[in-house]
C-alpha cells in the first residue's frame, strides 16, 4: 500500500539548504498572491511555479505529490465545479437544472489554484523543512521559544497521525472490515477512525505534556540547540523571485 508522506526528508536539494524562515514566509507570499487574483491565468502561473519548485530544486518525485495532495486536488477540483454552477452570470452551457456560468468557468478554476496551491506550498515546507530548525529560526527571529516548540509539536504530530490512519485501516484490512462498498459502510468506517484517531491523538498529547513537565520544560529563559543554523542572503532569491512575478500577474490584471 502506498503510504502519504506528509514528514521531512533530507534529499539534499536547494530547498533543503534555504533558510526554514524564509520558506515559511514564501508560503505566506503564495497564500497571499492567491487570495488577490482574479484571473485563471494568474493562480495557473503561481501553481506551476509551486509545483516547479517542487520537481527541480526540491526533488520531490511526482508521485510524492500526487498522492498526498489526491485528496486536496479533488476537493478543488469539486470547488470548481461548484463555482461552475452556482455563480451567477450568462448561461453558456446547461443540461437540465444544470447550468453553467460564464462568471463560474472565470472563478471555478481561480478556487481550484487558491486551494490547490497553497497546500502544495505547505507541503513542500514540510517535506524540505527540518521542524527543529523551523523552531530554532523562530526563536532567532524573536519569538518565544515556548511558543515556537507548539509549532514544531504541530508539525511533528502531521505524520504521526498518518501512522495512525494507515495502522486503523490495514487493522479493519486483516478483520475483513473493509470489505464492504456500500456508502453506509463507508460511513461506519470512518466513524471508527475518527474515534481512534483522536483517543490515540490525546493520549499522545498527554505523554507529551508529562515529558515536558518531567524534563522542566520552559523554567529556563533560554533554550540551546545542538545543531546550529545560519541565514545566508542568497536565501532571499525566493521571496525575491516570488513578489515580482505576483506583482506582476497583479499588475497586469489590474490593466487588462
Not at 500500500?1 to 533530507?10: C, F, I, Q
Not at 534555504?18 to 515559511?24: E, I, Q, T
Amino acid at each position: 500500500m502506498a503510504e502519504h508522506n506528509l514528514s521531512y526528508k533530507e534529499r539534499g536539494s536547494a530547498l533543503n539548504r534555504v533558510y526554514p524562515l524564509v520558506k515559511l514566509i514564501w508560503v505566506f507570499l503564495i497564500a497571499v498572491g492567491l487570495f488577490l487574483f482574479t484571473r485563471p491565468l494568474s493562480g495557473l502561473a503561481v501553481f506551476l511555479l509551486v509545483l516547479a519548485l517542487a520537481l527541480i530544486p526540491g526533488k520531490i518525485r511526482p508521485g510524492e505529490i500526487i498522492r498526498s495532495g489526491l485528496v486536496v486536488f479533488g476537493l478543488g477540483f469539486l470547488l470548481m465545479i461548484f463555482h461552475f454552477l452556482i455563480d451567477p452570470g450568462e448561461t453558456v452551457w446547461s443540461f437540465g437544472i444544470l447550468h453553467v456560468s460564464d462568471y463560474g468557468l472565470q472563478q471555478g478554476p481561480v478556487f481550484f489554484f487558491r486551494l490547490s496551491g497553497v497546500v502544495l506550498a505547505s507541503f513542500i515546507l514540510i517535506w524540505t523543512t527540518d521542524t527543529r530548525d523551523l523552531m530554532q529560526s523562530l526563536v532567532k527571529a524573536g519569538m518565544p521559544y515556548r511558543y515556537a516548540y507548539t509549532i514544531f509539536l504541530a508539525l511533528r504530530f502531521l505524520p504521526l497521525i498518518q501512522r495512525e490512519v494507515e495502522s486503523v485501516r490495514a487493522a479493519h484490512a486483516i478483520r475483513g472490515r473493509a470489505a464492504g462498498t456500500t456508502l453506509k459502510h463507508r460511513f461506519v468506517l470512518w466513524q471508527r477512525y475518527v474515534f481512534t484517531i483522536l483517543i490515540n491523538g490525546l493520549r499522545k498529547a498527554e505523554n507529551t505534556a508529562d515529558a515536558l513537565e518531567c524534563r522542566a520544560f520552559g523554567y529556563a529563559p533560554e533554550r540551546t540547540y545542538v545543531k546550529q543554523i545560519t541565514f545566508r542572503k542568497r536565501d532571499m532569491v525566493l521571496i525575491i523571485f516570488t513578489l515580482i512575478l505576483e506583482a506582476g500577474l497583479i499588475t497586469a490584471e489590474r490593466l487588462a
